[in-house]
């Protein structure tokens, strides 16, 4: 069994930062790509953030400048650095990952974490 552990989440003030963490455990054989969603209430789940495993990086425009995404392939562990948050970015973060199993399978297993509200308000 694989799980995502999401930490960080939180209420913040406007302009304000906060630091998200997810680590992934279990039967992993390798992670190719780990990265962060949301979903703010009465919208869809968007991509925030993505991270291969050799340590390119994909933002969406409206994080662009704000969020900084890291992994550590050792820990098979993913941070989110948020600053300048807006009360637009309060919604559920979920971390994300693509594992394989297992050397004999190439099959990329998609799997979620359970999610950590962030809260942007005065």
């Known amino acids: 069994q694989v799980q995502l552990v999401e930490s960080g989440g939180g209420l913040v003030q406007p302009g304000g930062s906060l630091r998200l963490s997810c680590a992934a455990s279990?039967?992993?054989?390798?992670?190719?790509?780990m990265g962060w969603y949301r979903q703010a209430p009465g919208k869809q789940r968007e991509l925030v953030a993505l991270?291969?495993?050799?340590?390119?990086?994909n933002y969406a425009d409206f994080v662009k400048g704000r969020f900084t995404i890291s992994g550590d392939n050792a820990k098979n562990t993913v941070d989110l650095q948020m600053n300048s948050l807006k009360p637009e970015d309060t919604a559920v973060y979920y971390c994300?990952?693509?594992?394989?199993?297992?050397?004999?399978?190439?099959?990329?297993?998609?799997?979620w974490g359970q999610g950590t509200q962030v809260t942007v308000s005065s």
């Open positions: 994300n990952a693509l594992i394989r199993l297992s050397r004999l399978d190439r099959t990329q297993y998609n799997y």
């Open positions: 279990g039967s992993i054989f390798s992670i190719n790509t």
């Open positions: 991270i291969s495993s050799g340590g390119t990086t």
